[in-house]
């Protein structure tokens, strides 16, 4: 069990969250503040009645102002992060201490020697690395960040060589722990991180990058800064094998966004292919990704297999039922699995890309989704905002809709009123990008002319919520004003005379005349 008290700072608060423990007998496995006003605290898990009956002596306590059950401590997830990282990171790291003795080593390095783990830590680095002498380097007077050629099982490798540090402030020190790339005074030394870089995978990312240069985010339209910050996240995602989780709500753009960032990587030469995990039954998106053997010996390979060293799309990850996501787990620690129905062991090397619209935290504290695949899978995350937050790539996306269906639907491209377009930058779209296509979809394959109005689009009825909050802008006035126009420019197309309209309204012609001719609304539109 653990728990989030919001609480001010004030002396003698963290003695009474702590008694509260000890007058039920309850032993803490740990505490950790984050900052003066957030204390986080792990014990074991208790019954709901117990623990409703903690939480509540606990809001008792003057000065705390909220208390919450979390999935993880702050220490945890970091850890987790730490450890995802120095698993998925292709190149070659060691940590030694002050002597040169191996505290750390990742996959990949254990994998370049084929030795274990326990084989490796605790010998000096000198065994296994040629080319630099770590002690000599650590006993200069200024210690700085080295980068120079080494050598590891006779293969060169580009080595960086960083200074590893605690901070001399005994405070700071207590706090957290800081990796120094700069110059160092010798009594702040604790080690160094030796990071060996392949010196053919650079040159093949150099080339990569020269040639390509991230054009398959060319396609995706981003006017507004928040597309444009998103992109450039993207790109410097995309390079990395790390899982990348990416949310949004639905129709936002999630799936085209995995795909770009596939495209932009090393494996784009290889296959891209995804599963929607809410909308297939548990046995067959068992047999989907993982592949089967039937009775007869036939072997069906699963997407897991087709994708091998390329990428690999997993929609709603949030829905992967508890079987499948124990199974997905093993694969991301050991990049193996097994088919259904099969006993021989499957290696692959994939990236893979999840997205998500729902909560997974909360989704771990009600027990449905695994706290340790959660770990490895955000690692590296990203929010595509929805298309109301973003109002200024409307428009460039109406343009590119209506310019691909026209072709498909051997059409003019039809022009867009004003009144369109004032229309669709004024809608919520719940749906997002999906439904702007769907709605521009149905418009145009239903429109006779060549002018685009608001009546020939397929909306929900509208309503004071279907709009958003800039709507209701500015003064009483201001605001009827805009919504007066909006309901005439909504109306006239479909009572296209100032008699009509006049009519419907209940209002007499000369005042519909004024205010068409005050708003500038006009049949053209």
Request: some cysteine.
């Amino acid at each position: 069990m653990r728990l989030e008290l919001v609480c001010e700072d004030r002396v003698g608060i963290s003695r009474e969250i702590l008694d509260c423990f000890l007058a039920r007998d309850i032993n803490l496995s740990a505490i950790e503040i984050q900052q003066p006003d957030r204390v986080f605290i792990k014990s074991p898990d208790l019954e709901f009645s117990a623990l409703q009956a903690l939480m509540t002596s606990l809001r008792r306590i003057s000065g705390v102002c909220d208390v919450k059950t979390v999935g993880y401590l702050p220490s945890e997830l970091e850890h987790q992060e730490i450890q995802t990282l120095m698993t998925n990171l292709p190149d070659i790291v060691f940590s030694v201490d002050v002597k040169g003795v191996v505290s750390l080593v990742n996959t990949p390095a254990l994998t370049a020697l084929g030795l274990s783990e326990s084989q490796v830590k605790g010998q000096c680095i000198s065994h296994f690395v040629k080319g630099f002498s770590i002690s000599k380097w650590l006993e200069a007077d200024e210690v700085c960040a080295q980068t120079q050629k080494l050598t590891l099982l006779d293969e060169d490798f580009l080595g960086d060589i960083l200074p590893l540090s605690i901070s001399s402030d005994v405070t700071q020190a207590a706090q957290s722990t800081t990796l120094a790339a700069v110059a160092v005074s010798p009594n702040e030394l604790v080690g160094a991180v030796i990071i060996l870089k392949s010196v053919d995978r650079i040159g093949k990312q150099f080339n990569f990058l020269r040639t390509f240069q991230f054009a398959a985010f060319d396609e995706i339209h981003a006017k507004s800064d928040k597309m444009h910050a998103l992109i450039n996240t993207a790109k410097k995602l995309a390079m990395l094998d790390a899982p990348l989780m990416i949310l949004g709500e639905t129709g936002a753009g999630k799936e085209l966004i995995a795909k770009a960032c596939h495209q932009a990587s090393g494996r784009s030469q290889n296959q891209f292919l995804a599963l929607n995990c809410a909308a297939v039954p548990d046995a067959v998106a068992e047999s989907e990704l993982f592949g089967v053997v039937t009775d007869d010996g036939e072997t069906k390979r699963g997407i897991f297999e087709l994708a091998n060293e390329g990428s690999v799309l997993l929609d709603e990850i949030g829905d992967m039922s508890p079987y499948l996501q124990t199974k997905f787990l093993r694969l991301l620690e050991t990049g193996c699995f097994r088919r259904v129905g099969d006993e021989q062991e499957v290696r692959v090397d994939v990236r893979i890309f999840c997205t998500t619209q729902n909560d997974l935290g909360k989704l771990i504290s009600e027990g449905k989704f695994r706290q340790d695949l959660y770990y490895r899978l955000n690692v590296l995350s990203m929010t595509v905002p929805a298309l109301r937050e973003r109002k200024e790539d409307i428009i460039p996306l109406c343009h590119s809709f209506c310019t691909v269906f026209s072709h498909e639907l051997q059409r003019t491209k039809p022009q867009l009123s004003r009144n369109v377009l004032e229309l669709l930058q004024s809608y919520s779209w719940p749906g997002n990008v999906r439904e702007l296509r769907n709605v521009l979809y149905h418009a145009l394959t239903l429109l006779e002319g060549d002018v685009l109005n608001p009546c020939d689009l397929n909306l929900p009825n509208t309503t004071t919520e279907t709009y958003d909050e800039a709507l209701f802008d500015g003064s009483l006035d201001e605001a009827c004003k805009r919504f007066e126009k909006l309901l005439l420019q909504r109306l006239y197309p479909s009572y296209p005379s100032t008699r009509q309209l006049a009519k419907r309204l209940g209002v007499s012609h000369t005042a519909i005349a004024n205010k068409l001719r005050d708003y500038q609304i006009s049949k053209k539109q």
